[in-house]
């Protein structure tokens, strides 16, 4: 069984910051990505950012420049910094977790967390 556990949303005026923070516990195969996700009332689930076990760097244009992602591998942990906060980047984040074992592609994902930006 893998956890994610993610932490660090809230309330921000544009142009804050915020730093996100997910925890996987559990089999976890060392050779994995793990990534945010977001989901906006009525908008379809997409990527924000991503990084793989050796540290290679994916992320939306539309964050590009002011989020970033970076990972403790020792602790099966990722993070966001999330700066200069937009009102549309207000959504629900999902931390996620993907590697491929002996049982194939594994998916996982977090709770998700509430990032609110105000105007």
């Known amino acids: 069984q893998v956890q994610l556990v993610e932490s660090g949303g809230g309330l921000v005026q544009a142009g804050g910051s915020l730093r996100l923070s997910c925890a996987a516990s559990?089999?976890?195969?060392?050779?994995?990505?793990m990534g945010w996700y977001r989901q906006a009332p009525g908008k379809q689930r997409e990527l924000v950012a991503t990084?793989?076990?050796?540290?290679?760097?994916n992320y939306a244009d539309s964050v590009k420049g002011r989020f970033t992602i970076s990972r403790d591998n020792a602790k099966n942990t990722v993070y966001l910094q999330m700066n200069s906060l937009k009102p549309e980047d207000t959504a629900v984040y999902y931390c996620?977790?993907?590697?491929?074992?002996?049982?194939?592609?594994?998916?996982?994902w977090g709770q998700g967390t509430q990032v609110t930006v105000s105007s």
């Open positions: 996620n977790l993907f590697f491929t074992n002996w049982l194939g592609n594994r998916d996982y």
């Open positions: 559990g089999s976890i195969f060392s050779f994995n990505t």
């Open positions: 990084i793989t076990s050796g540290s290679m760097t």
